[in-house]
């Protein structure tokens, strides 16, 4: 989203008042948590399955469906000047057969309805088969690496008939990724594609060169939930998940604290799906004595959603600006090496945002999941047919993230051992 999108859609809005029998309605049915870690069995006995849904109570549930779009998705303002939602409803219902329709088979119809024009990972049909509105990019790279020079590129390993090759670098920049520069301060590509689809080969030089995904997304260390190892007498620590108690704060504490005097410090957050974005603002904080996540955010406020909806009578945006990253209150003298990847997801990307207030850091990797343009989520219930969904009530706008697309590294990285590969290049730069 871009920042003058973020200003017409949320801190321009206007409030839109909404009559008490329709919140009533309306209302949330639970919370995200309670509603994706409930059993199969358990989301089986208390919202079966509707077998046969006559044609005017599947409308009802369609009606119902947008009217919650409405008044309590974060998404909605942003794609309501992309998607005629209107033309939508009219023409799923449409599509509901005169003898009637099965919960799932309803669930189908709206689905593939939305999915080509709403793009949110946190937004998810609840049931027997999870279906979810995200779209994935992914990176695909050859064997090339490249260096620069000039206005040109220069193959230099990955292929023995280009090897040496020059290229004109606005030619070929849409497939170029910068990945960790020479000793002496060249800067390297990797070349790829960064696509929603499966992308087998790229040609290069009249080459035709074989693409295998990033091989940095398939490393997901998974020893603990935190741990520190020394790899090649660099201090490296390992955080796999935000999804803890409250009462594991104080470890992430204790491990910043731990290594707040380190002179080159790896943090891999490679995996980490998520969970409680506290987790790395503690880190952060004990390593660096300053943790900050620089973003806007707007919070939807109604009687369907936020913190107040229970006295809310309007839906309206509280916007909240947090400050920008002042590297002077940044104490790390060290630098520091964060390692992402694509299953980097949610709180896990607000790792990637509390490693910026370092003033020394740089971010290596694969970009990471893009699931967080829209997010808290509330579930919701479809009253006739029992389907269930949940949606994000809070809209956040960050430098650089785009939803499905991430947050890409300074450096990408394509190692099936990143933190060995990355340590190697740290011991390196200091001539060991």
Known sequence: MKASEFEKYYCAGQPVEINE??????KPCCDYTSLFY???????????????????????????FFDILKYAYAGYDYYSDKVDFEKLKADIIAKIPAVGISTDGLKEII?????????DTHFAFIGEKNLNMKHCFIAYFS??????????????????TLCGKESDMAEISENLFPTLPSHDG???????????????????????LPLHRCKTDLCNPKDGFLYDREILGIPAVYQTTYGLPDEKTDEFSGMGEKYKNAKNLIWSVLGNSGGDSRFPEMFVNALNGYAN??????????????DNRES?????????????????????GG?????????????GESAVMYARSVKNSVSVGSATCGCGQFGDILGYHLPNSNILFCMGYKVFNMDGFEEGKGLAPDYWLDSDDPVTALAEYINEENGK
């Not at 358990?42 to 369609?62: H, T």
């Not at 064997?143 to 023995?160: F, M, Q």
Request: glycine share 6%; aromatic share 8%; net charge negative.
């Open 21 to 26: 029998a329709l919140a009533a309605k309306l």
């Open 38 to 64: 409930m059993d199969k069995q358990s989301l089986r006995e208390k919202y079966p399955a509707v077998p046969n849904i006559s044609r005017d109570a599947a409308s009802e549930d369609i009606e119902i």
């Open 111 to 119: 689905f593939e309805a939305l999915y080509p024009h709403i793009n």
């Open 143 to 160: 064997d090339l690496l490249l260096e620069k020079h000039g206005g040109r590129v220069k193959v230099i390993s990955g292929c023995a």
């Open 186 to 208: 060249c800067e390297r590509f990797l070349f790829g594609i960064y696509s929603e689809k499966p992308v087998d080969a790229l040609t290069l030089g009249g080459e035709e």
């Open 293 to 306: 996540w620089e973003m806007d955010y707007a919070v939807l406020s109604s009687p369907l959603a936020g």
């Open 312 to 332: 809310a009578h309007e839906k309206s945006y509280e916007i909240h600006s947090l400050p920008e990253n002042n590297p002077d209150s940044s104490k790390f």
């Open 335 to 347: 630098k520091l090496w964060l390692l992402q990847n694509k299953n980097v997801a949610s709180s």
